[in-house]
T-cell receptor, first 114, second 112 residues
Framework: DAKTTQPPSMDCAEGRAANLPCNHSTISGNEYVYWYRQIHSQGPQYIIHGLKNNETNEMASLIITEDRKSSTLILPHATLRDTAVYYCIVRVEGSGGSNYKLTFGKGTLLTVNP | DTAVSQTPKYLVTQMGNDKSIKCEQN?????MYWYKQDSKKFLKIMFSYNNKELIINETVPNRFSPKSPDKAHLNLHINSLELGDSAVYFC???????????FGSGTRLTVV
């Protein structure tokens, strides 16, 4: 799986948009970009994923650059409960064996301040 | 209903003991995983089972033995516990070819 680079920490004011960047310059054509988050003492939670196009769901939006070398996770109106470590992961899809493992890096600690 | 449930939530035990952690998922997923999160908060995959077959074993000491009686259950048995085994262990499940892992809430193991 391609490696990702994320800032170790970010701050955001409550109610404002949180934009979390991720670099994945060595991503392959068949690798998806996934975002997970881990709120303190809980299990990681799936947020969103995408291949080329921008994606949006009820939790967040994912913006992937045209060259696919970087992406941004957007939480449109951050709340205190969004304080968590956010992980950007790239992974192949639809294949078996060890390719299925989700490899977590260090992630970005997002702190939402009142 | 809890999608991925682990028991126990907390486990404190002495060095040298043998313990088990149980995991069950009711999502109909066919693949299950065990992850370990150490004190530095790194999440590392340990094992993965697909339809009761071991597909990933990440050079985990053989004191750790996963057991999958059916595709809804993946238990982790640990022999001869060591201090370094203290960590939070997360179970997860997914469908073989679809996105999104669902994680359990974790089991905090403390070896004293």
């Amino acid at each position: 799986d391609a490696k990702t680079t994320q800032p170790p920490s970010m701050d955001c004011a409550e109610g404002r948009a949180a934009n979390l960047p991720c670099n994945h310059s060595t991503i392959s054509g068949n690798e998806y970009v996934y975002w997970y988050r881990q709120i303190h003492s809980q299990g990681p939670q799936y947020i969103i994923h995408g291949l080329k196009n921008n994606e949006t769901n009820e939790m967040a939006s994912l913006i992937i650059t045209e060259d696919r070398k970087s992406s941004t996770l957007i939480l449109p109106h951050a709340t205190l409960r969004d304080t968590a470590v956010y992980y950007c992961i790239v992974r192949v899809e639809g294949s078996g064996g060890s390719n299925y493992k989700l490899t977590f890096g260090k992630g970005t600690l997002l702190t939402v301040n009142p | 209903d809890t999608a991925v449930s682990q028991t126990p939530k907390y486990l404190v035990t002495q060095m040298g003991n043998d313990k088990s952690i149980k995991c069950e998922q009711n999502l109909g997923h066919d693949t299950m995983y065990w992850y370990k999160q150490d004190s530095k908060k790194f999440l590392k995959i340990m094992f993965s089972y697909n339809n009761k077959e071991l597909i990933i074993n990440e050079t985990v000491p053989n004191r750790f033995s996963p057991k999958s009686p059916d595709k809804a259950h993946l238990n982790l048995h640990i022999n001869s516990l060591e201090l370094g085994d203290s960590a939070v262990y997360f179970c997860a499940s997914s469908h073989w070819s679809l996105y999104g892992y669902t994680f359990g809430s974790g089991t905090r193991l403390t070896v004293v």
